[in-house]
């Protein structure tokens, strides 16, 4: 096909204009005149909300942190202040996680949590964790540690990295999922600045309809993760005979609806392994032992989150084809502070290691 | 020429475009509970639209839906066929406008809005100025890049169901009166016109079209329940566009990519930009039969320079819904009427052939 000179000239210039649409930039900022913060902090004083962001810059091949900080009346403007006053622009597109304080937590987030919702910047999947100490200080603190130790904050949630299982892990979408779902609360780790490591997890903190009426230590979460069916994996339980790890572990639930009121079968499968024995002690005596200790627990934990009306567990979810909807939405206050829980225990002991067991 | 696969390619497409935006939206505003009842209408009223359709065009062999009418007075069919026209280019400003939106409100947020339209509406302009063969191997190649894009995307979106949130089973009536209801047919609607009107140049067999339409029945199942499953109907309906929020909750560790959702919408925006092209080529062909003597690529450039700037006068989301509401009735004409009346008129064609031959 021979090509008339108009034509090509057709061809040319529309091929020109080309070069200028498809480079989709508009407004754009390099990204050396980004700045990307990894971590953002909220804490609400008075009627503002103070922001501290916590940037990584790479200077000269080594990772330095900064810490900026403004208040505002919302977050969007606290973050808008902070990039004005910044020679770049700040992007919270790479927002890892997300702490907040304390007593804003007892307060409620619910504001905070829909703002970041509807903000398409920061993903959803970016993980919540509520800061046990002024966040001021707690920024400080990761700065030193980041800076003389090395040690990194994000990577501390990173379920390739250094996640263990008692460690909560709950996003921003399923905090939004609690504040409006008829049936499931969430928790939420709740840490503090460590001396020697980055952060020291103290346990989680239980919201309810985004605001925190309760805390729950580290070996509660565990139960929480083990119900919701993250692994167990790697964890060790220690007991008066015997020290063992948990490799798997499946929980099956019935719920059924007596006169109105709610009752729990759950049956939780564990399988571990022996690491160390006291004396010599029977297989079924550990076993014992270990049913005692899950079981003990786990009704510890459930008449906490009774009292506070707050279901981490979803157990709402079994019941949704005996309870009309309406009726669901009251499910917190009307069945779950008088459900009957029944928790069996099932223990396999996977094996014993290089020595036996009598 | 029989291009059955090229037209069953075109069909899923341009409805896969439609279904995960709006659509799961629609279908959870209009109800609360057993969505699966609404869906399920619509994929009837789909099924009895597509197969009345293609059985009154069997009775036309080699004829497109104009030359159909070719017999009676120009005057009587324009008035057959000015809501058809009202209805495309309707759809185009719609679909133009809200996309466009929605490509704001995901990834580009500082490029105005007009460069999205311009380029929304340039390419498809460019597509189907070459004719329907060039969209019909356009969605093609498309298919083979995108497609299998989506689908993983998709299976990943399974990530965070909880299937006891489908429960409760049982739905009522309740939706027929919303009007998100109706807006929801969008989706459904959108594609089967194009049949009649490939006719003449491509010939297609009825049974791959059907199959095409039954595969589309999951896509629309799970464009509504993966929202659904994971954050529950409560807080479900408190999103703009469902599915994309839950692509945006997707994590994957072993994947490079961060956010999937990019490459989710980029495929989805191509499929739109495809069904664009075949409602503008649908448009003039329309236009064309009236006023022959035109020049089709004039009457598009036309036809898109109006459609720009009627789009760029829409100011805001709410005018965007009016005017899909307002399609509704139009929509109910082409789903209801078009198909009906063109099994009617071979029905009549029919019997007399029969008559004159005995």
């Known amino acids: 096909m021979k090509l008339s000179n108009k034509k090509v000239i057709y061809l040319i210039c529309s091929l020109l204009t080309m070069v200028l649409i498809l480079s ?23 009627d503002q909300y103070l922001v501290i962001l916590n940037i990584p810059e790479p200077i ?19 973050v808008d202040t902070i990039s004005r006053n910044m020679e770049s622009d700040v992007y919270l597109l790479h927002v890892k996680l997300i702490f907040i304080e304390k007593e804003t937590a007892e307060d409620g987030i619910n504001d905070i949590i829909a703002g970041f919702m509807r903000s398409r910047d920061v993903s959803p999947k970016a993980l919540v964790a509520i800061c046990d100490e002024d966040l001021q200080e707690f920024f400080n603190n990761i700065k030193i540690n980041a800076e003389k130790k090395g040690l990194s904050t994000y990577n501390y949630f990173e379920k390739n990295a250094g996640w263990n299982p008692d460690i909560a892990l709950t996003r921003v979408w399923e905090v939004f999922r609690g504040i409006h779902s008829y049936t499931h609360d969430v928790a939420i780790p709740l840490i503090r600045s460590g001396k020697d490591t980055t952060m020291d997890q103290i346990g989680s903190a239980i919201l309810k309809r985004g605001k925190m009426v309760e805390q729950i230590s580290s070996n509660e979460t565990l139960l929480y993760n083990v119900f919701k069916g993250e692994s167990g994996n790697g964890k060790m339980e220690v007991m008066e005979h015997a020290t063992v790890m948990l490799l798997g572990s499946k929980t099956d639930n019935i719920g059924r609806l007596v ?5 729990m079968e759950s049956l939780i499968k564990v399988r571990v392994v022996i690491l160390e024995t006291k004396g010599e002690p029977s297989l079924n005596l550990i076993k014992e032992e270990i049913n005692t200790l899950i079981s003990e627990r786990y009704n510890k934990l459930f008449t906490k989150l009774q009292e506070n009306e707050a279901d981490v567990f979803g157990m709402g979810q079994f019941f949704r084809n005996q309870i009309p909807r309406d009726e669901l939405k009251n499910w917190r206050s009307d069945y779950f502070k008088n459900m009957k829980i029944n928790i069996n225990v099932k223990i396999d002991i996977q094996n014993e290691g290089y020595l036996k067991t009598t | 020429m029989v291009r059955s696969l090229h037209v069953m390619i075109m069909y899923v497409l341009c409805h896969l475009g439609l279904i995960f935006f709006m659509f799961p939206a629609d279908i959870i505003a209009s109800t609360e509970q057993g969505h699966w009842f609404p869906i399920l209408i619509g994929i009837i009223v789909h099924f009895v639209c597509l197969l009345t359709y293609m059985k009154g065009l069997s009775f036309f062999p080699k004829k497109d839906i104009l030359s159909i009418f070719s017999k009676s007075k120009k005057r009587v069919t324009f008035l057959f066929f000015a809501p058809v026209l009202l209805y495309l280019i309707m759809a185009i400003i719609i679909t133009v406008r809200a996309y466009a939106e929605i490509v704001t409100l995901v990834f580009l947020s500082h490029t105005p809005l007009w460069t999205i339209i311009l380029l929304l509406l340039s390419v498809s302009a460019y597509i189907s100025s070459k004719g329907i063969e060039a969209i019909l191997r356009t969605a093609f190649l498309l298919f083979i890049l995108f497609f299998p894009i989506l689908l993983f995307v998709l299976i990943m979106s399974f990530q965070n169901v909880d299937w006891r949130y489908a429960i409760p089973f049982d739905t009522d009536l309740g939706f027929i009166s919303k009007p998100a209801y109706f807006e929801s047919y969008f989706a459904f609607a959108g594609g089967f016109l194009f049949l009649g009107f490939v006719q003449p140049f491509f010939s297609y067999e009825r049974k791959y079209v059907i199959l095409s339409a039954i595969f589309l029945i999951p896509f629309f199942l799970f464009s509504v329940y993966i929202p659904i499953l994971t954050l529950g109907q409560a807080t479900a309906s408190k999103a703009f566009l469902p599915f994309v929020l839950i692509v945006d909750s997707i994590n994957i560790d072993w994947l490079m990519f961060d956010r999937v959702t990019m490459f989710f919408l980029l495929s989805l925006i191509a499929f739109i930009i495809l069904y664009l092209s075949l409602l503008m080529w649908k448009a003039i062909r329309i236009i064309n039969y009236y006023i022959p003597k035109s020049r089709p690529s004039y009457l598009l450039f036309g036809l898109s320079v109006a459609i720009f700037f009627v789009c760029f006068w829409i100011p805001d989301w709410k005018d965007v819904e009016n005017i899909l509401f307002m399609n509704s009735f139009l929509r109910s004409y082409v789903i209801i009427v078009v198909p009906l009346s063109i099994y009617y008129i071979g029905r009549r064609l029919k019997r007399k052939d029969t008559n004159e031959t005995i």
Request: glycine share 6%; net charge neutral; with cysteine.
């Open chain 1, 60 to 78: 000269d091949g080594s990772m330095e942190t900064k810490i900026v900080s403004a208040k505002a009346e919302t977050v969007s403007k606290a």
């Open chain 1, 24 to 46: 989709g930039c508009w407004d754009i900022k390099d990204i050396n005149h980004r700045l990307l913060p990894v971590s953002i902090g909220v804490k609400k004083v008075d």
């Open chain 1, 259 to 263: 006169n109105n009121d709610a009752h």
